[in-house]
């Protein structure tokens, strides 16, 4: 392999060029994304800032130091908000609402309803064919954990703010960043724990 780069190098002079050009500084990087929005909604641009657990999850590429990892669970745990009664909902509105992948863009008309576009990260109805592998399968989620109150308390939680579980997770902050309501998560806790849910009923 070290042969093809040195010969490639050799015929292709810009390649060694290339590979010797430093990263850009997180300032460059922070300045190009935000010159890249253009013409954004009232509001919008307070988005672009990415607020202390983001920055750092930035800047540590998703591996942060144990003690740092430490802290944003602790920090982002506060964040979450638990319903007062139960946190299972309506399955079948949790189905829909994991299937839409709908929302939380700014050329979206007022009032669009936002989505949790579970299935471009995870299985969940085992019958469903189109599905993401960046996070785990959901299948049988309930149904493995007996389920379990505490259980859908804690998948509740976590829908509500990742953070608080993994820090640096790539899951979305539904609930803290205001993506999904209250009864939105209570209907996807139900699509993962309501015994009735197809996502508990194995394919036979």
Request: hydrophobic share 40%; charged share 20%; with cysteine.
């Amino acid at each position: 392999m070290k042969k093809i780069l040195i010969a490639a190098a050799l015929v292709l002079p810009g390649l060694a060029h290339a590979q010797q050009i430093p990263p850009a500084s997180p300032a460059v990087v922070d300045r190009v994304v935000k010159e890249s929005f253009t013409k954004l909604p009232e509001g919008w641009a307070q988005r672009l800032v990415p607020d202390e657990t983001m920055q750092l999850c930035s800047v540590t590429r998703n591996q942060p130091a144990a003690k740092e990892a430490e802290a944003i669970m602790a920090r982002e745990a506060k964040t979450v908000k638990l319903p007062e009664g139960s946190v299972i909902g309506n399955w079948k509105e949790g189905e829909k609402v994991a299937q839409n992948g709908r929302g939380g863009q700014f050329s979206d008309p007022p009032g669009t309803v936002s989505g949790g576009n579970c299935y471009a990260c995870h299985q969940m109805d085992p019958r469903e064919v189109s599905y993401g592998t960046l996070g785990p399968s959901l299948t049988n989620y309930g149904a493995d954990r007996k389920f379990a109150p505490a259980d859908a308390k804690a998948a509740y939680a976590k829908v509500f703010n990742p953070q608080a579980a993994f820090a640096c997770s790539p899951m979305p902050r539904f609930g803290h960043n205001g993506v999904l309501s209250e009864q939105q998560i209570k209907d996807v806790v139900a699509y993962l724990f309501d015994p009735d849910s197809p996502v508990n009923k194995p394919v036979k």
